[in-house]
């Protein structure tokens, strides 16, 4: 299966800041887009997800921006608190398996 | 709903060993995937049931690792004769098809196994 590429590796934001993350992909048969949080110790929990029929989707203070014809998407944590501290992973479903991206560490400091 | 249950939480065995891991899906849920993640790495896709029948096997998985789900409840990954290298975070997620394509993942706590 074709590779999820994300960026950065590690990420540090102050509190109150806006975290970015960004996931581009090749595969254009991709049809569904979750972004997963990960804590130490735990298994992935399910973030946000977009499907590529949409540019954006916010959901509180999480969004994900799409652009199709760069097969690229991003997540955004706006007013990022020390509570988000965890590891990011972007996904690409094709068939009924995700392809997972590395991840990104992202540390919010106070 | 008290979330995909994976047994044990730790394994460690000595190469050539061989270790089987439990995972209790969410219980209406009807898929129930296995998934492999390494240091720093994404969860890298293992196999996939749809209820009892295993419809997809990731060339990651090597004959030393069987998987069953009887009864279409819960799940079974077995590796036999296990190398350092099978050493790893083994997560297992349920989800319930609707037919929209938005099934959402669900992924246990995972069983480390560290071979030594």
């Known amino acids: 299966q074709q590779q999820v590429k994300q960026s950065p590796q590690s990420l540090i934001v102050q509190k109150g800041g806006i975290s970015i993350i960004n996931c581009a992909y090749e595969?254009?048969?991709?049809?569904?887009f979750p972004w997963y949080q990960q804590f130490p110790g735990k298994g992935p929990a399910l973030l946000i997800a977009?499907?590529?029929?949409?540019s954006e989707k916010k959901e509180g203070r999480f969004t994900i921006s799409f652009n199709k014809s760069a097969k690229q998407f991003s997540l955004h944590i706006m007013d990022s608190q020390p509570g988000d501290s965890a590891t990011y992973f972007c996904?690409?479903?094709?068939?009924?398996?995700?392809?997972f991206g590395k991840g990104t560490r992202l540390s919010v400091i106070a | 709903d008290t979330g995909v249950s994976q047994d044990p939480r730790h394994k460690i065995t000595k190469r050539g060993q061989n270790v089987t891991f439990r995972c209790d899906p969410i219980?209406?849920?009807?898929?129930l995937y296995w998934y492999r993640q390494t240091l720093g790495q994404g969860p890298e896709f293992l196999t996939y049931?749809?209820?009892?029948?295993?419809?997809?096997k990731s060339r990651l998985l090597s004959d030393r690792f069987s998987a069953e789900r009887p009864k279409g409840s819960f799940s079974t990954l077995e590796i036999q004769r296990t190398e350092q290298g099978d050493s790893a975070m083994y997560l297992c997620?349920?989800?319930?098809?609707?037919?929209?394509?938005?099934?959402?993942?669900?992924f246990g706590s995972g069983t480390q196994l560290s071979v030594l």
């Open positions: 049931f749809q209820n009892e029948a295993q419809l997809e």
């Open positions: 595969n254009t048969a991709f049809d569904y």
């Open positions: 997620a349920s989800s319930f098809s609707t037919g929209t394509g938005n099934e959402k993942l669900f």
């Open positions: 219980s209406e849920h009807n898929r």
């Open positions: 977009i499907r590529p029929d949409v």
């Open positions: 996904a690409a479903r094709g068939g009924l398996t995700l392809v």
